[in-house]
């Protein structure tokens, strides 16, 4: 008599475990592969088959070389910072690796402008922001013998 109160409990949290331990995660990995394949694997930025960051994530650099997120933003993950932002790093950038200012300046805007026909339906038109992500990734597409890829 005591175990018969302690079956349905056990099987109940059991059938729990299974579908939102399982089932879901499962379900809703499916339904991201299916809907937005290139946004479910992290949209990562890779050169000659090496990671070198994501898309969608701000990585935490170091390098006076590479174009640096927003410091203490909410989550820290976020690869966008203001127009502004970006061009006042260009002259650091430009030291550390020799590329004219011009060009930097130049290749910040370029990635700005990609990055206003996405951004506009988050925060509205006129906010201009460039993904630092990308940004370092095109760095080191374009000049591979600076940064060694």
Same mark, same amino acid.
């Given at each position: 008599?005591?175990?018969?109160?302690?079956?349905?409990?056990? +099987?109940?949290?059991?059938?729990?475990?299974?579908?939102?331990?399982?089932?879901?995660?499962?379900?809703?990995?499916?339904?991201?592969?299916?809907?937005?394949?290139?946004?479910?694997?992290?949209?990562?930025?890779? +050169?000659n088959g090496v990671a070198v960051g994501s898309y969608?994530?701000?990585?935490?650099?170091?390098?006076?070389?590479?174009?640096?997120?927003?410091?203490?933003?909410?989550?820290?993950?976020?690869?966008?910072v203001p127009l502004n932002y970006a061009l006042e790093q260009v002259p650091r950038v430009s030291r550390a690796t020799g590329i004219p200012q011009a060009e930097l300046r130049r290749l910040v805007y370029s990635v700005a402008a990609e990055d206003s026909r996405v951004v506009p339906a988050l925060l509205g038109p006129g906010y201009p922001l460039v993904n630092v992500e990308q940004l370092n990734y095109e760095l080191m597409r374009l000049y591979p013998a600076i940064y060694g890829r």
């Open positions: 008599m005591v175990g018969r109160p302690l079956a349905a409990p056990i +099987i109940m949290a059991l059938f729990m475990l299974a579908v939102l331990g399982l089932a879901y995660p499962l379900a809703t990995y499916a339904v991201g592969r299916a809907v937005a394949p290139w946004r479910s694997s992290g949209s990562i930025l890779a +050169i969608l994530v701000a990585q935490n650099v170091s390098s006076a070389a590479l174009f640096q997120p927003m410091p203490g933003s909410t989550s820290g993950q976020d690869p966008y």
